[in-house]
């Protein structure tokens, strides 16, 4: 009876379904983007997971950055003045140089200020090194910011991730963390080279930026023809080796979300905004979510009784 007893407070203490939340780029909708502040937040108010994009410096350091050259929205020079566009590319700058340019706010006026009203300012904030946020004790879902589109941009694929690689392996955090690409041509190296490392097979369907190409021979981006495979992104992913997929969240139905399952693939839609939208998604049993506003998801997860983990 002891036995049976104790079974049954461990089945009640423990979540009916453990969810992983993701804070996109630490915050974004709460405080500069992949900046300190950013990950700050994100971890008070309760993440899972930091969310976060890497590039590579001229002198080889893994550094946090979204995008391949400096965003002009979001940068200024070391006076205070505003980048012009376009921005230099990471690659041809020093940590060091970078480490001099302030993203700590929103250019004014901008499309991206619009977009982020209530973005807190932060000025004097740089660029983080990824080994700066290292000691978090938390997971990390760090993306290769490279493209088969602009190949000029970054390092290949094959130094990027290695390099990439190399600085999870030294800085030990690789049980913690997740590699994830739009450019699989990264994922392939890490499941060949660091196989215990996670990976995640980012997906959109949609306008100019899309990946899948559903109809239109391989992509260069997953470097497979979907329509051999049924024109079902579940299963590309599957093909490729992958055991995470995050795909647009708008790409998503409950009759893919099942498909996913049955392949046995984990589902963490990005970059989900509007709570209503969370919640619909929820419904369709993903795992986890990736958000602009972890404050939104924490309080709808904590609403409905749903652990993260």
């Known amino acids: 009876m002891r036995e049976i007893l104790a079974v049954a407070l461990?089945?009640?203490?423990?979540?009916?379904?453990?969810?992983?939340?993701?804070?996109?780029?630490?915050?974004?909708?709460?405080?500069?983007?992949n900046t300190l502040p950013a990950f700050l937040r994100a971890a008070e108010i309760g993440v899972?997971?930091?969310?976060?994009?890497?590039?590579?410096?001229?002198?080889?350091?893994?550094?946090?950055?979204?995008d391949r050259r400096?965003?002009?929205?979001?940068?200024?020079?070391?006076?205070?003045?505003?980048?012009?566009?376009?921005?230099?590319?990471?690659?041809?700058?020093?940590?060091?140089?970078?480490?001099?340019?302030?993203?700590?706010?929103?250019?004014?006026?901008?499309?991206?200020?619009?977009?982020?009203?209530?973005?807190?300012?932060?000025?004097?904030?740089?660029?983080?090194?990824?080994?700066?946020?290292?000691?978090?004790?938390?997971?990390?879902?760090?993306?290769t910011k490279i493209s088969p589109l602009a190949p000029d941009?970054?390092?290949?694929?094959e130094a990027f991730a290695r390099a990439v690689i190399a600085e999870i392996q030294r800085l030990g955090i690789a049980p913690r963390a997740t590699i994830q690409s739009f450019d699989w041509r990264t994922l392939a190296v890490v499941a060949r080279e660091a196989p215990e490392i996670a990976r995640a097979y980012l997906t959109t369907e949609r306008g100019a930026n899309e990946t899948v190409f559903k109809g239109k021979g391989a992509s260069p981006w997953t470097g497979i023809d979907a329509a051999q495979h049924g024109n079902s992104t579940p299963r590309v992913v599957k093909v490729a080796g992958g055991a995470i997929w995050s795909p647009f969240w708008r790409d998503l139905t409950p009759e893919i979300v099942a498909e996913a399952k049955a392949l046995g693939l984990t589902v963490i839609p990005w970059t989900v905004n509007d709570p209503a939208d969370m919640a619909r998604l929820i419904d369709m049993k993903i795992d986890g979510l990736i958000t602009d506003y972890p404050d939104r998801a924490k309080a709808l997860l904590d609403a409905r009784g749903v652990a993260v983990r």
């Open 153 to 157: 941009d970054t390092l290949d694929p």
């Open 48 to 66: 899972t997971t930091l969310e976060l994009d890497v590039g590579i410096t001229k002198d080889g350091a893994v550094i946090v950055a979204h």
């Open 10 to 33: 461990l089945a009640l203490a423990l979540p009916a379904h453990a969810f992983d939340l993701q804070g996109h780029r630490g915050a974004r909708g709460l405080a500069p983007e």
């Open 70 to 143: 400096l965003n002009p929205d979001i940068t200024r020079d070391a006076k205070g003045d505003w980048i012009a566009s376009p921005g230099p590319r990471v690659h041809d700058l020093t940590l060091a140089e970078l480490k001099r340019f302030d993203v700590g706010a929103i250019k004014p006026g901008t499309d991206y200020a619009k977009q982020f009203p209530a973005q807190a300012v932060v000025p004097g904030t740089p660029m983080p090194a990824l080994a700066e946020i290292a000691a978090w004790p938390g997971r990390f879902n760090i993306e």
